[in-house]
């Protein structure tokens, strides 16, 4: 992945969206979402290295933030990527 580019996961912004419900299956929040090509790209290598065969797992993150427009919430997402094995600890050790 190429790190001098500003955005490496999926980004929305999510603002409130009831003052414009006019019915139940309207949405509650809705917004602008963004997503760099390269980005992309490391969703389909994270698909065919995690997935499943029909699915990747995800991992989502928001933040609620106040804009000039009002409170939103800022939501990142990125392929959920195994925890790397932690070192054993020292009484592990055999000697």
Same mark, same amino acid.
């Given at each position: 992945?190429?790190?001098? /580019? #500003?955005?490496?996961?999926? @980004? @929305? ?8 419900? #006019? ?16 980005? @992309? ?17 995800? /991992? ?21 990527? %195994?925890? %790397?094995? @932690? %070192? ?8």
């Amino acid at each position: 992945m190429d790190q001098t /580019r #500003k955005d490496d996961r999926a @980004l @929305l912004w999510m603002f409130d969206a009831k003052k414009d419900k #006019k019915h139940d299956k309207m949405p509650d929040f809705s917004g602008p979402g963004r997503i760099h090509k390269d980005v @992309l790209k490391d969703f389909v290598e994270a698909y065919k290295e995690l997935g499943d065969g029909e699915t990747l797992k995800l /991992r989502c993150a928001g933040w609620v933030k106040q804009g000039k427009s009002g409170q939103y919430t800022f939501i990142t997402i990125e392929p959920e990527r %195994p925890k %790397p094995d @932690l %070192p054993a600890a020292a009484e592990d050790v055999p000697f």
